[in-house]
């Protein structure tokens, strides 16, 4: 009798740790700012198990993974563009998609080194002919499962020394192979690039996720980003 009493606690117990330890992850939350449409919060939260917000006035320490969509750096609230570099020093996530009002065009050379590209100018936002893109990293997990579409205009940027080229546009570089010229690119055109940053890390898309639609495999996209970002921070554990 004593024996199953024990058991029973014992399973009371472990059933409880899982509780808690459930509870602490559903609690992560997602800081969403910018023209996010492409975000759907309620299958982020299924697939991810995290809570979307689009609080802009939320402490960023209490963000698991802050997206910006396409939003100028000046438009953030003070508190992030004063605390977005440390915030990614010190564990934080980052997920900046691109678009006429994000990265160069957008303001982010100030935030330069944490970037996975490198800015070139202050209006980088350029129609370009349509290419499929080409992954440079396969196995990598954001990728698992996804198709991507042609794209037709990105932030025109370098990829930057020290990160992870995940998915290039072709037209130029490495994509086009040697020597260059299927599509004539004058420069590599990185579509998504991930660098590491302190106990940080930030994933790069150089296109507008609003502009494709269509992609029959966008949503799988946002939501292995997420669930691997998630993965990564160190933010945000405790709200």
């Known amino acids: 009798m004593r024996t199953r ?14 509780s808690i330890a459930l509870s602490a992850q559903s609690s992560r939350v997602i800081l969403v700012l910018g023209n996010a449409s492409f975000v759907n919060p309620t299958s982020v ?8 917000s689009q609080d802009p006035s939320m402490p960023l320490k209490d ?19 004063d605390g977005l570099v440390d ?3 010190e564990g934080g996530a980052l997920l900046i998609t691109g678009g006429a009002q994000s990265f160069g065009s ?16 202050d209006s980088d936002w350029r129609f370009t002919s349509f290419r499929p893109p080409v992954p440079l990293q396969p196995g990598h997990p954001i990728l698992a ?8 205009a990105l932030n025109d940027m370098n990829p930057r020394p020290g990160a992870v080229e995940i998915l290039q546009s072709a037209g130029g570089g490495r994509a086009a192979g040697p020597g260059g010229g299927v599509g004539g690119g004058s420069y590599l055109y990185p579509l998504i690039a991930e660098l590491a940053v302190g106990s940080g890390r930030v994933i790069g898309v150089a296109s507008d996720l609003n502009d494709v639609a269509s992609m029959r495999d966008r949503d799988l996209f946002l939501q292995n980003t997420l669930t691997y970002l998630l993965a990564s921070s160190r933010a945000g554990l405790t709200r």
């Open 45 to 52: 939260q299924q697939v991810a198990g995290a809570e979307v």
């Open 106 to 121: 957008g303001g982010y050379k100030v935030v330069d080194p944490i970037m996975p590209f490198q800015i070139r100018s």
């Open 145 to 152: 499962g996804v198709t991507f579409s042609a794209v037709g």
């Open 5 to 18: 009493f024990v058991c029973a606690a014992g399973a009371l117990l472990i059933l409880g740790w899982v």
């Open 63 to 81: 963000a698991a993974v802050l997206v910006l969509a396409n939003t100028p750096f000046a438009s953030l609230p003070q508190p992030i563009q």
């Open 87 to 89: 915030y990614i020093r």
